[in-house]
């Protein structure tokens, strides 16, 4: 191994892979043109009878059903050339300058192109899609993002390239007190050091500023994460490589309905809208609360389940991502209350409660249930 190779950081290693592999569809469609040939490619079918939940990598995947997109054929011709566009954006664009785009960015940027690429933002959303299932990387990986909206805070140290002096720079994320934006550069930095031993991951804004506030990052010592409601792929990356990379525990401390609940779940287990994606779920990730029983145990404020909650937790209950004892247990207390409850009812007891007494006890049940085999 070359001492190039070795010095490589996270994020020139993503990008050389993407490159190399946007490139070598283009070669592979100038090739058959070569030849005389209509160009086509394959990729996975993304529809629902193609996806199924992977007991295995406990993760939704998809199977081994593919189609094929081809020049030569009058409806394919347009898709053709919309996923031509979106892989050679992406590598002459982006990957090669250094450069990163949202989702809305290339929408436009598709305008000026000689004739109109896309009718909307979601069929351009949706190409993008088709390029990451055919070279089966993210579409962060091709420096696409949405637009940024989770947050991170805790003791670790990351290191990336500075923009405007090119040499390597390290922050601590404790370094902004509001939380540090989660970007294309932080989600592909370098881990330094930390001296966290878990993450808890936040639904709600209110609820991660309180934390901040009164010092849980230390007490607990935890990174805490800001989801921002459901989280960002990019989000969800950075999760995984905290487990995966840093042997953190991930906890999911979210609303008590059964939303917050599929919040966790898509963190754990991953979404049948990225079923033809790896590396962005955390199969051991734990659902810490709030949990309907904390409703009872705490008498917290509450709000009535809709049809759609009751609907929602019924489906819950048949899914397979929802089989271990302890959610199964939880979602037959939510048909018992028919109630909700969100993370900031806590405060009903008092601003300090949810870290002098909640999580203090959260922690203590679940290493009880890891104890007895729930979890």
Known sequence: MSKETKTKTHADKVK??????????????YGQLEEGKYPDFEMPLRASSNI????????YSVGEKRVRRSAGNVRHLKPFLQTMFVASFAARDLLQPGRTSTLRDLYYSSESAMAKMFNDQSESDNVITDVEAIIGMAREDFNIFPDARSTIFGDLVVSFQDKKTKQKRELNLTFNPDGQTIGPTLVKSDFVKTGADKVICVESGGMFQRLIEED????????????AGQ?????????RRMNQELKLPVYAFVDADPWGMHIYNVIASGSASAAHLTGLTTPDAIWMGLT???ITTYDLPTDNFTKGDLNRTVQLIRDPRYQKPYLQEELKVFMQLKKKAEQQSLTSKSLTFVVDEYLPAKFKEIEKMQRDGKI
Do not use: C, M, S, W
């Not at 050389?16 to 469609?29: M, N, T, W, Y």
């Not at 992977?54 to 993760?59: A, G």
């Open 52 to 59: 199924f939940y992977d007991l295995k990598t406990r993760q």
């Open 16 to 29: 050389d892979k993407a490159f190399k592999k946007l490139v070598a569809l283009g070669k592979d469609v």
């Open 292 to 294: 309907p029983t904390d």
């Open 216 to 227: 849980a990052d230390e007490q607990f010592n935890a990174i805490l994460v800001h989801l």
């Open 231 to 239: 989280a960002p792929r990019g989000t969800r990356r950075l999760i």
